[in-house]
């Protein structure tokens, strides 16, 4: 089969992570330039226990880095901290920074991972989970896999990344100059929506602009209701 074309991508994204990340990471402005942020990165690996965001940051080129702005941090750590199982396009060796095209497809997409990780666990409901939406525009052009849900089958499968975690691996590694910047493909969760993965941390725009907050409840049944969760504000004293 051909290789799949590219499409220009132009418009607002949204990602939602668990509201216990900080909205800026401690790396966002420190660092002068990317060899100080790398070094800071690897000393901040000896700390973790699984020790493989190092590992991981060397498999990114030079350049490649997000830095200077708020939300760097943040998009660092979808590639360094990211499950070592991997995603749909991302494989154990580096995250990817995976958003929707619309926030009803991007919660979909984050209901369907944790409530997986919830059913595993005998202790899993009830639960709750606040998570944060972090909004990027994004203006590149992708590799547009729309419409091969009959062609290409084995990349849209609900469970087993295995092949497009291949055909993923065949299109970034290793990084080369120009490269693929990343894909277009159509949820799997949610019928009709759009998400996108970007394969290189320097190709998120910055800063990262924060979004809306919202609750995921889950009762002892395992059924889940999305709450919106506002501010409000306290009347100042007469």
């Known amino acids: 089969m051909s ?17 216990r990340y900080p909205t800026i990471g401690v790396f966002d ?4 330039s990317e060899d100080d942020l790398r070094a800071a990165f690897e000393l901040e690996d000896l700390t973790n226990d699984r020790q493989t965001a190092t590992a991981r940051l060397q498999a990114l080129p030079g350049g490649a880095v997000a830095m200077g702005e708020a939300g760097a941090s943040i998009v660092m750590a979808a590639f360094l901290h990211s499950d070592p199982r991997g995603g749909r396009f991302s494989d154990y060796r580096l995250g990817a920074w995976y958003v929707a095209a619309d926030l009803a497809t991007a919660i979909e997409e984050t209901v369907f991972h944790h409530e997986r990780r919830l059913r595993a666990s005998a202790a899993g409901f009830p639960n709750r989970i606040q998570m944060r939406e ?30 497009s975690q291949a055909f993923a691996a065949a299109r970034r590694w290793p990084f080369v100059q120009p490269g693929e910047t990343g894909l277009i493909y159509e949820s799997v969760r949610r019928p009709g929506g759009v998400n996108l993965c970007v394969f290189r941390p320097n190709a998120v725009p910055l800063p990262l602009l924060q979004g809306e907050h919202y609750e995921y409840v889950w009762d002892a049944k395992g059924k889940l209701d999305v709450l919106k969760l506002t501010n409000v504000e306290r009347p100042r004293p007469g």
């Open 29 to 32: 402005d420190v660092a002068e």
């Open 134 to 163: 972090l909004i990027a525009d994004i203006d590149d052009s992708l590799l547009d896999l729309r419409g091969l849900q009959t062609s290409r089958p084995e990349l849209y499968d609900a469970d087993d990344y295995t092949a």
């Open 3 to 19: 290789e799949p074309p590219r499409a220009r991508f132009k418009g607002r994204t949204h990602r939602l992570i668990n509201s």
